[in-house]
């Protein structure tokens, strides 16, 4: 679903943000992302979603590569791609319920069909009875939940969350990540970026860690290895 | 082959909808990024009004202008009507003949009227002239030959036929001189072309003025609305997907700088109706301002559209790109 192959990102002359990263997941696959802040884990994460572009090596997403992607074409590769943000970008001037609608709007998806798919997106996270409310008055796991509910509502092949749980306590963390764990399950790949060590130690998935730009760990956080290509 | 093609639907893009539904989500999204567009205007009515009245103002003048050159055009043909020739005839030439040309000309088609200016009145008349009695005086007797004033046949009133019907004229035995009068016409058709340029060049400046204002106000928009399209950015929409509403702000902004502009010409014609018509009334003419037609409101407010438009086109193609999430 995600390929990796010798990406390499710099900005200007002197930092390199990421070099020479590989990795791959595949279908249905979770896979933490780690690293200390400026590891490079948001920049990985920009590349897949074509925030940034590669400066050398190839990002592949859906067996696409990126690299030649042309500008008006990149809204069609994120439709692909479900987001979950650490500030969770909802949007205060409109209800829970207009919120989730959104990617599907983008879509076009009919209007009556919005409505099913909406409602059942927030039936899946559990918040199907506060959709008519506005995301303000809604706790911070809630609206973490309801940007969960936005990025899956149009069944992207692949979902990625930036710290979805930054500013959680460790019982609604654990709480998401059951949810993400589902997702996997159902066959969407998976990949959550923390720094949250205790957290991906309790869930044992494959972890990647990033160290300076360089990919230094692919595999349990238990230190058991994996080969990846 | 239903089956394959099942099968390739199903490889193909998840999202992949029958291009009839596609087509009515596209309708829904028009008609949902116009009510949601009027909605933030009305929300705002004192600043949405600001702006309406600034472009109504903009387009109203250069309106009212245009109107009034197609009012003075109209009333054109009715000055021209009363070009008239002033037929002066040789001194030794007596007061029978004077008649017997009245007579014979009045019967030409292309003469309307003829006037018959004796000597002797013409002289009481310049001597009623304030500063010329004095000097009159000194001459000995009456030097002034009778004059014969034509008007011209309403059919007759291009200058070529007026130059025609002098020459003629001029054929005649007793006439002096033909003295064809256009250069007033001339001068008046100079004047209105003189006020059409300005009033173009006029018109041209505020449109600019328009488009600006309705660039600015929608750079505004789309500066408060920063975060909505970067989360449209992100989960998908595209270019015009983003465009679309501030698109249709414009257009509202154009609608209702149009109807303040239509609104703004009326009152301003019908104060000004009476005093106009006081001074066509001195002048003894017809002049009437030709309150806007159909015709005209519609493209008035056709402009006026089009000008928030391209305005609201404009904020869109200049800062749209630049908000991007990060």
Redesign the interface.
């Known amino acids: 679903m995600i390929e990796f192959r010798q990406v390499t990102k710099r900005y200007g002359q002197q930092f390199t943000a990421l070099r020479g990263v590989n990795f791959a997941l595949g279908r249905g696959e979770m896979a933490f992302l780690t690293g200390h802040s400026g590891a490079g884990k948001s920049t990985l994460l920009k590349l897949i979603?074509l925030?940034e572009r590669a400066t050398a090596g190839q990002v592949l997403v859906g067996g696409q590569a990126l690299e030649k992607t042309p500008r008006?074409r990149i809204?069609?590769?994120?439709?692909?791609i479900g987001?979950v943000f650490q500030d969770h970008?909802l949007?205060f001037?409109r209800t829970v319920f207009d919120n989730v609608a959104?990617?599907l709007?983008?879509?076009?998806?009919?209007?009556n069909e919005i409505g099913r798919r909406v409602r059942a997106a927030l039936d899946k996270v559990g918040l199907l009875k506060k959709e008519q409310l506005n995301p303000i008055s809604l706790s911070g796991g809630e609206q973490q939940r309801v940007g969960i509910a936005?990025a899956v509502v149009?069944?992207?092949?692949l979902l990625l969350a930036d710290e979805p749980t930054g500013n959680l306590d460790p019982a609604l963390s654990s709480e998401i990540m059951d949810l993400f764990r589902e997702f996997s399950r159902v066959g969407v790949c998976v990949m959550v970026a923390t720094h949250d060590i205790g957290l991906i130690e309790t869930m044992g998935q494959r972890t990647l860690e990033l160290a300076q730009g360089e990919l230094v760990h692919d595999g349990l956080p238990a230190g058991v290895e994996i080969g990846h290509g | 082959m239903a089956e394959t093609r099942q099968q390739a639907s199903r490889g193909a893009a998840r999202a992949r909808t029958p291009w009839r539904d596609q087509l009515r989500s596209w309708f829904s999204h028009h008609r949902r990024s116009a009510r949601d567009s009027a909605a933030r205007l009305r929300n705002a009515p004192l600043s949405s009004l600001m702006t309406g009245l600034v472009m109504g103002i903009a387009l109203a003048l250069p309106t009212a202008l245009f109107l009034i050159m197609g009012s003075i055009q109209q009333i054109g043909g009715g000055w021209e009507q009363a070009g008239r020739l002033s037929v002066y005839l040789t001194p030794e030439t007596g007061m029978a003949r004077v008649e017997e040309l009245a007579g014979r000309w009045i019967e030409n088609a292309a003469v309307g009227d003829v006037t018959v200016i004796p000597r002797d009145e013409a002289m009481a008349t310049m001597r009623s002239s304030e500063g010329l009695s004095g000097t009159l005086d000194f001459l000995d007797g009456n030097p002034l030959p009778h004059t014969l004033v034509l008007t011209p046949d309403r059919a007759y009133r291009e200058a070529a036929a007026l130059e025609d019907l002098a020459e003629r004229l001029r054929q005649a035995e007793g006439v002096s001189e033909v003295k064809l009068d256009l250069a007033w016409l001339q001068r008046l058709n100079a004047m209105a072309e003189v006020l059409g340029r300005a009033t173009q060049a006029l018109a041209l400046l505020l449109v600019i003025g328009v488009v600006l204002v309705i660039a600015n106000t929608v750079r505004l928009a789309i500066e408060s609305r920063r975060r909505e399209i970067i989360v449209a950015r992100l989960v998908g929409g595209t270019d015009s997907f983003v465009r679309r509403p501030f698109l249709y702000t414009g257009l509202w902004y154009g609608a209702l700088g149009g109807l303040l502009a239509w609104w703004l010409v009326e009152v301003a014609f019908w104060w000004l109706s009476g005093p106009v018509g006081r001074l066509a009334e001195l002048y003894n003419s017809g002049f009437e301002l030709q309150r806007p037609g159909i015709d005209e409101v519609v493209l008035l407010l056709g402009c006026a559209l089009v000008l928030g438009w391209l305005g609201a086109w404009w904020a869109v193609h200049r800062h749209l790109r630049a908000v991007e999430p990060e």
């Open positions: 979603m925030m008006r809204p069609y590769i994120r439709r692909h987001v970008q949007l001037d959104m990617p709007q983008v879509t076009g998806v009919p209007p936005r149009n069944k992207p092949p």
